[in-house]
């Protein structure tokens, strides 16, 4: 007698029974439909499943339509999906991943490998439905939006986007253990490492080079280090004359298979503004812009508005934060507010002390001082932009404006 491993809904039209031979020798307990209808009926009436994997003969497009139908499905909706597709041609594994596609591997396959990828999605499942279950964490998405890609970025240096990102990290590493990453894309000498006091194996430059690693999301779950609160962490090239290899194409197809492999991913985009910052905003679903009480913070603001009004691209939510970086403030609020065209979504207090400690000893003030008025502010905001329940008494205003309007007064 044996127990299987995972219970598995296979929706195949492909005329041949490899993938479904595959799964029941590898001990899946697995299901076997041949059309989205049937597996809709097959899921209404009680069936329990914990991956769909999608074994169609069409193409790409057919795959990316039939996983948007499941996603939209309410007895499918939560479940992870692994695509079989037909060739292994590499731009219809970016498409599927782009469009949410949890895995994707090509035929011809190994059993082995097939088996080890339907089990990973397995695991993710029982971690993610545990965690909705836990009283420690009782985090589900607000908003029903189950990844998210959040850009912290400042036109301007020094204001504190390598705090705020790894602050933010780190909490939601907290909520959803196992489900956050924290990419550092300044590539002017990235600190994320520092900040963490962790010594990273591959840095961004080098994981760009390993197309493996790339393009798939185990393996690019498994280049990533991990810190002691849980989070995933990739660091910033050594020296900034390493990063030509990182190309916008290059990187779009990483923020996609970060996005496959974790549920939130945090970037660090840095204060540089070049085609990769721009690819960066692009791909974010929420954007954190962080802005201090001073002129010239606020000139590069109006600066890079210049730049970017010939731009039609499309950003994700945004929220403006005041980082008080002296003590008595330089500029009021409101003239900050009139200055950006848009209200300051969130306050971060001034607090030196607790702030130099933790860049000291390399511990995020949400770890280190978590009674301090910072850390509870940079504990609201990760609730915010990660669309988890907050008890916050302001809400967050968070537009989604062109990438022309991003630093407007309009």
């Not at 074994?55 to 999906?81: F, Y």
């Not at 301007?156 to 705020?164: A, E, L």
Request: with cysteine; net charge negative.
């Amino acid at each position: 007698m044996y127990v299987a491993t995972s219970r598995i809904l296979l929706i195949s039209d492909v005329g041949d029974t490899l993938v479904q031979d595959a799964l029941r020798a590898a001990v899946h307990e697995t299901t076997v439909v041949p059309d989205l209808a049937s597996a809709l009926e097959a899921a209404a009436g009680g069936l329990s499943v914990e991956v769909v994997v999608l074994d169609l003969a069409g193409t790409a497009d057919d795959l990316v339509e039939a996983s948007q139908a499941i996603r939209a499905a309410e007895p499918l909706v939560g479940l992870p999906i692994l695509c079989v597709s037909q060739t292994d041609d590499v731009e219809d594994r970016i498409l599927l991943l782009e469009a949410g596609v949890d895995d994707v591997i090509a035929r011809p396959f190994d059993s082995r490998e097939l088996d080890a990828r339907a089990e990973a999605l397995a695991l993710r499942f029982h971690r993610s439905r545990d965690l909705s279950q836990s009283t420690n964490a009782g985090v589900t998405i607000r908003d029903g939006s189950p990844r998210r890609i959040i850009a912290v970025y400042s036109p301007k240096g020094g204001v504190g986007t390598t705090t705020v990102a790894v602050n933010v990290a780190t909490w939601l590493a907290g909520q959803l253990p196992g489900a956050v990453a924290i990419l550092d894309l300044d590539f002017q000498f990235g600190q994320v490492s520092t900040h963490l006091n962790i010594e990273t194996r591959m840095t961004m430059a080098e994981l760009v080079r390993d197309e493996a690693a790339l393009r798939d999301p185990g393996l690019f779950s498994a280049a990533l280090d991990r810190h002691g609160s849980g989070l995933m962490v990739l660091g910033a090239p050594a020296t900034p004359d390493v990063v030509a290899g990182v190309t916008t194409e290059a990187l779009t197809t990483l923020l996609a298979t970060a996005s496959a492999a974790f549920q939130i991913v945090v970037v660090d985009a840095g204060s540089v503004l070049d085609a990769r910052s721009e690819t960066v905003l692009t791909h974010a679903t929420d954007i954190v812009v962080v802005v201090t009480p001073e002129f010239p913070a606020l000139k590069a603001v109006h600066a890079l508005g210049e730049i970017l009004n010939l731009s039609t691209g499309e950003l994700g939510e945004t929220a403006y934060v005041l980082n008080e970086i002296f003590a008595r403030g330089l500029l009021r609020i409101s003239h900050i507010e009139e200055a950006l065209g848009t209200k300051i979504a969130l306050t971060i207090p001034y607090d030196a002390f607790a702030f130099l400690k933790s860049v000291n000893e390399g511990v995020p003030l949400v770890s280190g001082s978590p009674k301090s008025p910072a850390a509870d502010q940079l504990r609201r905001l990760a609730a915010r932009v990660a669309g988890l329940p907050t008890t916050a008494r302001e809400p967050v205003e968070r537009r989604s404006k062109g990438l022309a309007g991003l630093f407007s007064r309009g």
